[in-house]
């Protein structure tokens, strides 16, 4: 296995995958079904509720093997380990990948600088879901004193997706009265448009962002 952080590029998987997308360019997803009745089971995977099925893309068994293979020689199970242990694997800012401690159910630790954060995340989760039950219910009401009936989301990139796909996956068991929208655009046309008069009276704003460091986030 080569060094976590060796470039994908410089792998032997990643020359063997470019060999074998050459090789295979041609291939036809009727070919693939007609040559193995069983790939439709077997190019598949279930785990924690969720059924993928991959089986409908232009790979075969040596795809795979060759996918594992260059996962194995970037180092991605050191990686993921790293994660789950809190170290700062965003070598851009120096700092620790939390996605797993948002995740992670009360009494799970995870440490960061010696620091279990697992208390902090579900501190904000509590401050969150009291904040949330007010805006639905009416009690938290804007500067006018009108309960809160816009929520303009503010973000960038997966600050932005993020919330977005959230809101669509779930927006049939959503409160009607609310609507929400979402502002990704540094152009300053963008803001303005969600944020006309007559919509702030009754708005509530919230800067969405893993962390407030890149110059994207900053703008916005």
């Known amino acids: 296995m080569t060094e976590v952080g060796t470039s994908l590029i410089g792998t032997g998987a990643w020359k063997a995958l470019e060999a074998h997308a050459t090789t295979n360019c041609t291939l036809q997803l009727r070919d693939l079904f007609a040559q193995d009745t069983t790939r439709g089971e077997r190019f598949t995977v279930e785990a924690a509720g969720i059924y993928l099925d991959y089986s409908k893309n232009l790979i075969t068994d040596e795809t795979v093997a060759l996918l594992l293979q260059l996962a194995g020689e970037s180092g991605l199970r050191s990686r993921i380990d790293q994660m789950f242990r809190g170290e700062k694997i965003n070598t851009t800012e120096n700092r620790a990948v939390l ?19 697992v208390p902090l ?35 960038i990139g997966g600050s932005d997706l993020g919330p977005v796909m959230a809101y669509e996956a779930l927006r049939h068991y959503s409160q009607r009265d609310l609507t929400f929208r979402f502002v990704s655009n540094v ?10 008069k007559s919509r702030m009276r009754c708005s509530r704003r919230t800067q969405s962002s893993a962390s407030i460091t890149s110059s994207g986030r900053k703008r916005s």
């Open 187 to 196: 152009d300053d046309t963008d803001f303005a448009e969600a944020t006309t």
């Open 99 to 117: 996605h797993v401690a948002l995740r992670a159910p009360i009494g799970e630790k995870i440490l960061t600088d010696g620091v279990d954060v």
């Open 121 to 155: 995340v579900h501190a904000v989760l509590d401050k969150m879901a009291v904040f949330s039950n007010g805006i639905r219910s009416g009690e938290w009401k804007g500067y006018t004193g009108k309960p809160i009936r816009n929520v303009i989301n503010i973000g």
